[in-house]
């Protein structure tokens, strides 16, 4: 996949890229155009239309990395996935088109929003990340898990970290980073993406693939042979970001929006309607 394809999506009925159209499009992006207005997330102030989207359309980053948040429709080809509502509902309330400036990897994620080549994103809460950064609470709740062979003698998450073990981890992605910070004997092997993660760990002989446990569930049935320890080694906290220079109201409506999906039943209404299990609608933040 290029570093980023991207797709821009209209305010109206249609998503299109420059190949190709899809009418009748059920994404939240595809929703009618609200005028902004003063006040809060709800209807936001010109300043802050600007400040979220200054080109006149909001370019989200979406990760197809993790298929919890987005994955392509194998129908149309086009993007689909909860993040993607999330951005097209977002573009709406602020009265602007939306664009989806899609990746492979959450690390070409976030570093398409840091050097502002998108003006949102949605990535899982991080320090690291957090440095250029402007978090909201998380919508999402995702369990990171560990993969081994079926006759691998381990037997918990607690027995991974031993001198000598390999671990194969998506690069850049949050099990990654957490991964790198709390492993303290086990050796790291980075993936090219998430999705590769077990594929890797295959090719590698590696003793454990890293990451979340849906991608890892759907892997080990395809494959067979192999099976997840029982228990998470993390939750990862899935959340929207915004540059931190783009100001702290900016981040402020960002944040009144993500909770206001979750308090309005739309986080939980994009997960059912996308068939997405193995994660769950995280609490008011």
Request: net charge neutral; hydrophobic share 45%.
């Amino acid at each position: 996949m290029p570093s980023a394809v991207r797709w821009p999506c209209c305010s109206g009925a249609r998503l299109r890229s420059s190949s190709r159209s899809t009418s009748g499009c059920s994404s939240a992006c595809c929703s009618p155009e609200t005028p902004a207005r003063e006040g809060d997330a709800t209807n936001p102030s010109p300043a802050i239309v600007a400040r979220l989207a200054p080109t006149g359309t909001l370019r989200a980053a979406i990760n197809l990395g993790n298929p919890i948040l987005a994955g392509i429709d194998a129908a149309t080809g086009a993007p689909r996935g909860v993040s993607i509502d999330l951005a097209g509902e977002l573009a709406r309330r602020l009265g602007v088109g939306v664009e989806l400036v899609v990746f492979d990897t959450a690390g070409k994620s976030v570093d398409a929003v840091t050097r502002d080549q998108a003006d949102v994103g949605f990535f899982a809460i991080d320090p690291l990340r957090a440095a250029e950064i402007a978090f909201t609470a998380p919508y999402l709740l995702i369990e990171g898990c560990y993969l081994v062979r079926a006759d691998s003698p381990l037997r918990g998450n607690e027995e991974v970290d031993r001198a000598g073990r390999s671990v194969v981890v998506g690069q850049g992605s949050a099990y990654d980073l957490h991964l790198t910070r709390e492993l303290k004997q086990a050796s790291l092997v980075r993936a090219p993406s998430s999705p590769l993660v077990v594929q890797t760990f295959i090719e590698r002989g590696a003793d454990v693939a890293a990451g979340v446990k849906q991608q890892l569930e759907a892997d080990a049935r395809r494959l067979g042979g192999l099976r997840l320890l029982d228990g998470r080694f993390m939750v990862i906290r899935q959340a929207m970001g915004v540059p931190k220079r783009r100001g702290e109201a900016a981040a402020d409506v960002l944040r009144e929006f993500v909770e206001t999906m979750k308090a309005e039943g739309f986080v939980a209404a994009a997960l059912a309607r996308h068939g997405i299990e193995g994660a769950s609608v995280a609490p008011a933040g």
